[in-house]
């Protein structure tokens, strides 16, 4: 019998934005199971390929693309062309499973969410994006892992949120929490998961969001180390510190890095215009593109790591190869993303940029006598430069690259690239961020002011005149708002029926509500 008032007053004590030793415990809790479900989504993209080297199954059908892809160019043209095709009907038949207002997927999901929804994610949506990523990376389509990943973590720290019925005001914060956990176990990179997570997912540095989320990625990483060890995602060589002619090199990459990114982002927003809200056509047509993309440029399918550990480590490619494979790259996955393929386009971003950034070093050392001894460094600044750029998320990069490459040699040429890059894209070709350009497409508004942001991180609970301590309930309200509901709900509704006060209300089973006190304008002023 104890567990039900130890429940009610945790709740109670979270509606308080001062609650920073509960919602951290439920943060750890939310990281151990982030990062043991993106444990599992990678052991399963593991085994496909493993399975696939089996008599049972084709060699061919599948590619391991976990940490080192397989070569897509060993694969009959038939394959390349006929996997991706397969790969689209299957996400058609299963993304029809959710109703059609949740058919969006990735980090811009997660984002509107947070934005419009109070940070409530449906656990179906989760649940297919965590198949629909899967299906499309085995598939072949030029997509990423980390928008899938986000939304996966980001859905789990809501729905655990959900179950546990806590307040609204804490949702937001436990799936800011599971997309850190998303970042810090993909990459092994704890600090870029926390930063990735305040500056692209919820936009807001707070005192009482930052604690949770860093333990949150703590406890991911933790996961992620215990099952593969403590290396990053890119086994990256000694940088070593760069020469004046060197710089002068990343100045120029990093602005046509952000030529690059501006294109990107156009193409992508022209693709989210011809879809609409069709749902097959669209997959099928991505589908079509993708095999045909793939027979012609096998090197394009696929994540990407790929070639992006072979340029690292200064693997030679021919320059008109790697314009080829950049624009190709660029296009396709696009395309892809935006006619509705549950991918995210950080992971072809970085393989982008690291492309862009080796094919300027091979042009100025065929032109301009530069040596290519540096083609790690400059694959590196041009990754981070397109990641950066894409998203407009400047801190997030940095703190990415530096944690990858562990040298604080990279500082000063990573911020020059990143700088130069996002100013190129955004004031020079005049585009935000992708999800950004994506919610203006839609039409939808994600600004929230920050009276807003602060009201949302006070439940009702915590400022309502509880019925027990006076007898408030004597004249009702003739409004009533849920218990569970943030500050900025009230206000909000107290502005729409144009009243002062709102009943709050508990619900109870069989749709029965119980009245739990009056919450009133004065009180949610008093917070301002």
């Known amino acids: 019998m104890p567990t039900k008032p130890s429940i009610h007053k945790l709740r109670m004590r979270l509606a308080q934005s001062e609650a920073l030793p509960q919602l951290t415990l439920i943060a750890l809790f939310t990281g151990l199971l982030s990062g043991g479900f993106l444990a599992v989504f990678e052991q399963m993209l593991y085994l496909a390929g493993a399975f696939s080297q089996r008599s049972l199954i084709p060699e061919q059908i599948f590619s391991t693309v976990v940490s080192v892809e397989s070569g897509y160019e060993s694969l009959s043209p038939l394959i390349r062309f006929f996997a991706p095709v397969a790969g689209a009907v299957l996400l058609s038949l299963l993304i029809k499973l959710c109703p059609r207002d949740q058919r969006s997927f990735g980090i811009a999901h997660v984002i509107e969410r947070l934005t419009l929804n109070r940070g409530w994610l449906p656990i179906r949506n989760t649940i297919i994006q965590f198949f629909g990523a899967f299906i499309a990376l085995i598939s072949g389509f030029s997509v990423g892992r980390e928008g899938p990943a986000v939304h996966i973590g980001a859905g789990v720290g809501s729905y655990l949120g959900q179950i546990l019925r806590l307040p609204a005001n804490t949702l937001g914060v436990l799936a800011g929490c599971g997309a850190a956990a998303a970042i810090a176990a993909l990459f092994n990179t704890p600090m870029a998961g926390v930063i990735f997570a305040m500056e692209v997912v919820m936009k807001e540095y707070t005192l009482e ?32 510190l760069a020469s004046i002619e060197e710089l002068l090199l990343t100045v120029i990459t990093a602005l046509i890095i952000g030529l690059l990114a501006a294109l990107f982002i156009r193409v992508n927003l022209f693709a989210i215009k011809k879809k609409q809200k069709r749902l097959t056509i669209p997959l099928l047509c991505a589908g079509l593109l993708m095999g045909i993309m793939g027979v012609l440029i096998p090197a394009t399918m696929g994540v990407g790591y790929d070639t992006i550990q072979s340029l690292l480590h200064g693997e030679t490619f021919t320059i008109s ?9 660029l296009v396709i996955t696009a395309v892809v993303v935006g006619l509705g393929v549950p991918g995210g386009v950080i992971g072809p971003s970085l393989m982008m940029g690291a492309t862009t950034g080796a094919c300027m070093t091979m042009i100025a050392s065929q032109f301009f006598n530069i040596s290519t001894a540096q083609i790690t460094f400059h694959t590196v600044t041009g990754m981070i430069a397109m ?29 020059l690239s990143i700088v130069i ?9 005049g585009q935000q961020g992708i999800f950004a350009m994506q919610f203006q ?13 602060l009201l949302n991180r006070v439940g009702v609970a915590s400022l309502m005149v509880d019925n027990r301590s006076s007898d408030v309930l004597s004249n009702p309200p003739a409004h009533s708002i849920d218990i569970q509901s943030t500050a900025h709900e009230a206000l909000k509704m107290m502005d729409d ?9 508990k619900q109870k089973a069989e749709n029965k509500t119980k009245p739990c006190g009056v919450i009133t304008r004065t009180s949610i002023r008093q917070l301002l």
Request: proline share 6%; net charge positive.
């Open 209 to 240: 969001s930052f604690i949770p989320i860093m333990a949150s990625a703590v406890m991911a990483s933790v996961v992620t180390q215990t099952v593969y060890g403590s290396t990053t995602a890119f086994q990256i060589p000694v940088i070593p």
């Open 321 to 329: 190869f790697l314009v080829i494979l950049l624009l190709a790259k």
């Open 387 to 415: 990641m950066a750029a894409v998203l407009q998320a400047p801190l997030a990069a940095l703190v990415t690259v530096l944690e990858m490459t562990q040298s604080s040699e990279i500082i000063l040429p990573a911020m």
């Open 421 to 429: 890059a996002c100013l190129t894209s955004s004031q020079l070709c």
């Open 441 to 453: 497409v839609k039409g939808l508004n994600i600004r929230v002011s920050p009276m807003a942001q």
């Open 497 to 505: 029926y144009k009243v002062n006060q709102l009943l709050v209300i």
